[in-house]
T-cell receptor, first 116, second 115 residues
Framework: AQSVTQLDSHVSVSEGTPVLLRCNYSSSYSPSLFWYVQHPNKGLQLLLKYTSAATLVKGINGFEAEFKKSETSFHLTKPSAHMSDAAEYFCVVSAPYGGATNKLIFGTGTLLAVQP | DTAVSQTPKYLVTQMGNDKSIKCEQNLGHDTMYWYKQDSKKFLKIMFSYNNKELIINETVPNRFSPKSPDKAHLNLHINSLELGDSAVYFC??????????????FGEGSRLTVL
């Protein structure tokens, strides 16, 4: 069965320093993986996606993630944090539901705090 | 223009009542979803419709009944509300089967509080 594990429930960084949000996945086949962001009292927004093309995926707002099959990881990074990056981040995997239908399985989330 | 809009944004009600949440999308998408986010931010799919046809129905109490009058609308009706139904309910939409591409567009959520 497909699943994702977010290794940190909270991450705090200073503005201008790098961001690393960790995600490990479990999948019986080559997975489709995604990162979503949720700002306070807002809906979720897709940051980036990996669907078996390039292993280094670039997303919006300067975020990127690298798919590493040997480590079953899909960590999210950003070189320099901005105050506006403070939000909840979800690692997501696509899993079969039935027939041609898939469903998204969300990780438990990582709350990113950015200190001035 | 809001792409995926839900109403109401906040809903406070007593146990045992019946309530509905409405969702509309103006993106021209074929598929719509209801997700539940609990107090620990855990997000889980409840239902999905594709062109008014139910395609995903997770293990949800039958007090929850989705209805899709057309592909731009997906409503959620909840009967006999219980304390455990308190959560934020998110509507989302995607083109075709968005779970394959991961590209879902979410509304801002409807926060339901059952007293």
């Amino acid at each position: 069965a497909q699943s994702v594990t977010q290794l940190d429930s909270h991450v705090s960084v200073s503005e201008g320093t790098p961001v690393l949000l960790r995600c490990n996945y479990s999948s019986s086949y080559s997975p489709s993986l995604f990162w979503y962001v949720q700002h306070p009292n807002k809906g979720l927004q897709l940051l980036l996606k990996y669907t078996s093309a390039a292993t280094l995926v670039k997303g919006i707002n300067g975020f990127e993630a690298e798919f590493k099959k040997s480590e079953t990881s899909f960590h999210l990074t950003k070189p320099s944090a901005h105050m506006s990056d403070a939000a909840e981040y979800f690692c997501v995997v696509s899993a079969p539901y039935g027939g041609a239908t898939n469903k998204l399985i969300f990780g438990t989330g990582t709350l990113l705090a950015v200190q001035p | 223009d809001t792409a995926v809009s839900q109403t109401p944004k906040y809903l406070v009600t007593q146990m045992g009542n019946d309530k509905s949440i409405k969702c509309e999308q103006n993106l021209g998408h074929d598929t719509m979803y209801w997700y539940k986010q609990d107090s620990k931010k855990f997000l889980k799919i409840m239902f999905s419709y594709n062109n008014k046809e139910l395609i995903i129905n997770e293990t949800v109490p039958n007090r929850f009944s989705p209805k899709s009058p057309d592909k731009a609308h997906l409503n959620l009706h909840i009967n006999s509300l219980e304390l455990g139904d308190s959560a934020v309910y998110f509507c989302a939409s995607s083109q075709v089967s968005g779970a394959n591409t991961g590209e879902l567009f979410f509304g801002e959520g409807s926060r339901l509080t059952v007293l």
